[in-house]
């Protein structure tokens, strides 16, 4: 069983940078696909991004597309999610999930086993 605590959230102003971190402990992190989605108030999770185990794969969510990207250091137990370019829609909670199911990478809640708590991120305009 792995553990996920997401990090780096914070206050940023529309435009801006943030990069969220996902340090993962208690399993063999490589063999993890790793998501991340994001949750505003009344509104459903939403798919933002993912990687394969072996970092060789990637996939975004539409509305993240070319402003987010997405790494992981396995040496590290560690998935990075750089974003850029923030609107306030960007507003959410942001999870990290990790997946059992290697390829391609899942963008459906219900296919990720463990979750982290959260991390909040607030965009500005």
């Known amino acids: 069983q792995v553990q996920l605590v997401e990090s780096g959230g914070g206050l940023v102003q529309s435009g801006g940078s943030l990069r969220l971190s996902c340090a993962a402990s208690g399993g063999t992190f490589s063999i993890y696909t790793i998501g991340w989605f994001r949750q505003a108030p009344g509104k459903e999770r939403e798919f933002v991004a993912g990687i394969t185990g072996s970092g060789t794969t990637t996939r975004f969510g539409d509305s993240v597309k070319g402003r987010f990207t997405i790494s992981r250091d396995n040496a590290k137990n560690t998935v990075y999610l750089h974003m850029s370019s923030l609107k306030p829609e960007d507003t959410s909670v942001y999870y990290c999930?990790?997946?059992?199911?290697?390829?391609?990478?899942?963008?459906?809640?219900?296919?990720?086993?463990?979750w982290g708590q959260g991390t909040q991120v607030t965009v500005s305009s």
């Open positions: 999930a990790a997946s059992l199911l290697r390829w391609p990478v899942r963008a459906i809640t219900r296919e990720y086993d463990y």
